[in-house]
């Protein structure tokens, strides 16, 4: 079994206050998993504010380094890329998606551009021509095509096209990884399953894994395989999603699923009163 | 899984409503160098607050809510202008149309009987100062008495809501986002208000913080007896805390009713979307959103909003807006479909 | 075609955009005219001198046998020559320094940033009067201009600076990084135009301020005063006692003019600054209602 990505024991403090560091967070500690290349897969890593998964993703995307342990991408660890060749031939195998689809694309100018952009650097693309067919195929992956999305602003397009946008700027490299970090948070209910549904079809059907952060159990229940859950830095549980999320057996995990506002009991009248909350920390 | 329980409640429908909004319109009236743009953001919007009942508003953005409550608690500035309509309160010292009083007393029931809790925490409570001097700053003239007396209230009411009354001493950035947002919900409720407008309180927060903020608003509508507008696009929420529902799309309401009744059978093909396409964990139905995405405001498809969107949408929905109506007691829908099938008249 | 358009719209709009467009417009067809001049600048007594404004002379003549409009066609073209000259390589190099130290950030920002304060502090005009004592004659305008310029970046630099480290924490900065974009084009395709309007309205600045740099630097002596230029003239206008003289023209016209080029400047770069802003532009194409 090759690996696609392994995270070995990895970590990341950072210091406050000054010169002498008074203060000291640890918001990665000793993360350990490893995704495999054959079989592309949905991962979740699943926590609230504070439980360092941006954290643990910006170092899987290599725009920070970790204090402990490493992570290495196919075999190779991501310290050691330096050089500009190097740090391009990463990003064209793992590409992020990003949680506000409005700020993710400037707004004094067109949303084909980061396309054509990345076309033209990560695939070799020289003619026009070949520059729009490729953002063309990535768009199409994510149920757009050019010919809709071209030359149209950011604020003319909903949270939901704006990020499908930025879904498919992502693809254009053909990357083996996609990290996403809150992709739906801040997309209407109506248009979240639509995109949830398209990491789906994007493992399925082309062979992308993806790692995908969220604070939302639900989602994650639907479309993930394997899930972790971080509190303060450290992963409390893991392993196949629902079997995590139907039986969890850390107290985390366990207040976490309790917390989860259930949507089918709308019939309120039928349950007994609440006992009076403790006082709260 | 347990699911979370809440205390009855039984808001009065006889006595008359604290909140009368009628035929609201709230438009966006822009000009620079020639180019004039018109955002209907609120289009003729009637619904009514019962006292002693939550009543929520649900709705994605550019639904409109947000504007809708502003302009509710007269919060807002041109460009955006109320161009027609009323909104009416019905407190215990007499009935006040919010926009035909003067800013003076406008400002007088600020806080004491109409309060506001915003999603950012840190839009109300000032950086720089204690907790304790938020208090001071936004309920102090309301309340009275000596400082002493005034700050042994504030104890107790914090006490009442299991906040340790030792926090007004502490700066907000020393305290969690959910204490921050407990805090300010007590902020808006020490002058027991009438009414309080709740606008996206908890969307910020992790779960684990949502429920005992949910929880504390509960305990607070019970104690107090106000009336809540709960405003928020997430139907969780909506389902777990509310006692009547409005769903807004694009400027203006389209179906209202008891929560229970719009879980258990939502009439607008919009609100059935809105509830089927919510992933629910434990079961394995496959889930989807709706095609296209909310309309642009400033030029709105003609007839009814959605229709574009819509999967049972006829050509009388390009031509006529449907009107929101009764079509069972209590529930209202503003669709041509739905009234066709609940009365059993023909569509033309 | 755009361009045209924006005018177009400008002009019909905005009261202060026309106004400073005709007062600029006027001050540039009399730097233009110069080129028409019958006689050549840096000759005296050509004319009668001290000659009242007549319909011969039209702002009539100096005590140094000069034509006051013609002298002054020249003056204004050699010191609006100027004040352009600093006012855009002060910018190039404010916005360099500005955007780098920005987007990088570290160690890069801070020593930037150093030498951008050490210029903020040195006092302007004392040094320029240093560096004519030591050069004298070897003073010409191409070196007081680069001195000039090498001043008048500094402010600059950090209004771009704050900009820039905003921008860099902007979401689609890093999608633009994550699409393969290289530094330099990070800031000149997605940085500058939100840049832009600060930089045009601090060149409207500059260029007022750099004329009065030389305006005040000729008036005391301290340039090539053979190069006729507005300072240059009150100049010689000072060293013939021409108040006292009552040969008032030679003063007021000048001054007149290099009046109305500021306020022009001031009215089209306050004018335009609210168009080219980004929320406006914004508010103008659809977005951010």
């Known amino acids: 079994m090759t690996t696609l990505l392994e995270v070995r024991q990895v970590g990341k403090t950072f210091r406050s206050g000054g010169l002498f560091g008074r203060h000291v967070v640890r918001a990665v500690d000793g993360v350990d998993f490893a995704l495999a290349s054959e079989r592309p897969e949905v991962f979740t890593i699943i926590g609230e504010s504070g439980s360092g998964k941006s954290t643990l993703a910006r170092m899987i995307l290599n725009s920070t380094s970790p204090d402990g342990g490493s992570i290495l991408f196919r075999g190779r660890d991501l310290a050691t890329i330096r050089s500009r060749r190097d740090r391009l031939a990463f990003m064209a195998e793992v590409q992020p998606v990003f949680q506000n689809p409005f700020e993710a694309f400037n707004p004094l100018k067109r949303v084909d551009r980061y396309l054509f952009m990345g076309a033209r650097r ?60 809150e992709p739906v948070s801040m997309i209407d209910a109506s248009l979240r399953m639509t995109i949830v549904n398209m990491f789906r079809t994007l493992r399925d059907a082309f062979g992308v894994s993806i790692i995908y952060i969220t604070h939302d159990l639900a989602t994650a229940y639907t479309i993930s395989d394997r899930l972790i ?53 | 899984m347990t699911p979370a329980p809440l205390p009855t409640r039984r808001p009065s429908p006889a006595a008359a409503p604290l909140l009368e909004v009628s035929d609201l319109k709230a438009y966006y009236q822009m000009r620079f160098f020639g180019v004039t743009r018109e955002v209907r953001a609120v289009d003729d919007v009637t619904f009514a607050v019962r006292r002693n009942e939550i009543y929520g508003l649900a709705g994605e953005s550019s639904s409109g809510k947000t504007t809708l409550i502003k302009t509710i608690a007269r919060a807002i500035r041109p460009p955006l202008n109320v161009v027609g309509g009323s909104v009416t309160f019905d407190f215990q010292d007499g009935r006040r149309d919010v926009y035909a009083m003067t800013p003076a007393q406008v400002d007088a029931i600020r806080w004491s009987r109409l309060s506001y809790v915003s999603q950012g925490s840190m839009n109300v409570l000032n950086p720089v100062r204690r907790i304790r001097s938020s208090f001071v700053d936004f309920a102090a003239r309301h309340i009275g008495g000596t400082r002493q007396a005034f700050f042994a209230a504030v104890a107790a009411h914090l006490r009442r809501l299991s906040l340790d009354p030792k926090v007004l001493d502490a700066y907000p950035h020393e305290l969690s986002g959910g204490m921050r947002q407990r805090l300010t919900i007590a902020l808006a409720t020490i002058c027991r208000p009438e009414f309080v407008i709740a606008d996206e309180p908890t969307t910020a927060l992790d779960v684990i913080v949502q429920k005992g903020v949910l929880a504390m608003l509960r305990e607070i509508q019970q104690e107090i007896g106000s009336s809540i507008l709960f405003v928020t696009h997430d139907m ?31 009439f607008h093909p919009y609100t059935a979307n809105l509830i089927s396409s919510l992933p629910r964990i434990g079961d394995d139905v496959r889930r989807s959103g709706l095609p296209g995405a909310p309309p642009n405001l400033a030029d709105p498809p003609s007839g009814c909003r959605f229709h574009p969107r819509c999967p049972l949408a006829v050509p009388r929905c390009r031509e006529a807006v449907p009107p929101l109506e009764e079509l069972e007691p209590g529930h209202r829908v503003a669709c041509h479909v739905a009234k066709a099938r609940a009365t059993g008249a023909a569509l033309s | 075609m755009r361009i ?30 110069s080129f028409a001049s019958p006689y050549p600048a840096l000759d005296v007594y050509v004319v009668p001198p001290d000659v009242p404004p007549s319909w011969d002379y039209f702002l009539g003549t100096t005590s140094r046998g000069q034509d006051v409009f013609w002298q002054l066609t020249v003056a204004i073209r050699n010191t609006l020559t100027f004040g352009l000259v600093v006012a855009a390589l002060s910018r190039i190099i404010a916005l360099v320094v500005g955007l780098v130290a920005g987007y990088k950030g570290g160690w890069v920002d801070r020593v930037l940033m150093s030498i951008n304060d050490t210029f903020v502090v040195i006092p302007l005009f004392p040094i320029l009067v240093l560096f004519y004592f030591i050069m004298r004659d070897a003073m010409s305008w191409a070196m007081l201009a680069l001195i000039t310029a090498a001043l008048g970046w500094a402010y600059d630099a950090r209004l771009i600076r704050a900009m820039a480290m905003s921008l860099r924490t902007r979401e689609f900065t890093r999608q633009a990084y994550f699409s393969g974009a290289s530094t330099g084009r990070i800031l000149v395709q997605e940085h500058l135009p939100f840049v832009l309007p600060i930089v045009f309205s601090t060149t409207m600045n500059n260029i007022n ?81």
């Open chain 1, 122 to 181: 990560f695939c070799g693309a020289r003619t026009r021509d070949e520059v729009e067919a490729r953002a063309d195929a990535a768009l199409r992956k994510v149920g757009l095509s050019l010919a809709e999305v071209r030359g149209r602003f950011p604020h003319e397009m909903s949270g939901g096209q704006l990020q499908r946008v930025a879904i498919a700027r992502a693809l254009v490299p053909e990357p083996a990884l996609v990290v996403a970090d």
């Open chain 1, 229 to 281: 859950i971080m509190e303060k830095g450290r992963v409390v549980e893991s392993g196949p999603a629902r079997a995590v999320l139907d039986a969890p057996s850390h107290p985390y995990s366990i207040r976490l699923l309790q917390a989860v506002l259930p949507v089918g009991n709308a019939w309120r009248d039928e349950r007994p009163a609440e006992p009076r909350p403790q006082p709260a920390a």
């Open chain 2, 236 to 266: 969780a929420v909506h389902a777990n805390l509310t006692d009547r529902l409005g769903i807004m799309y694009a400027g203006r309401l389209v179906e209202e009713g008891p929560t229970t009744e719009i879980f258990r059978r939502p």
């Open chain 3, 4 to 33: 045209l358009a924006i005018l177009r719209d400008l002009l019909r709009y905005n009261i202060e955009f026309a106004a400073g467009l005709v007062l600029v417009g006027l001050v540039a067809v009399m730097a233009l005219l």
């Open chain 3, 209 to 289: 301020w750099s004329i009065g740099i030389e305006v005040t630097l000729s008036v005391l002596g301290f340039t090539d005063i053979n190069t006729p230029t507005i300072g240059g003239m009150i100049y010689w206008a000072n060293q013939h006692t021409a108040l006292v003289a009552g040969v008032w023209w030679w003063i007021a016209f000048p001054v007149a003019l290099v009046v109305m080029l500021f306020v022009g400047l001031f009215l089209l770069a306050i004018s335009m600054n609210e168009y080219i802003d980004p929320r406006s532009r914004l508010a103008r194409m659809g977005g951010g209602a």
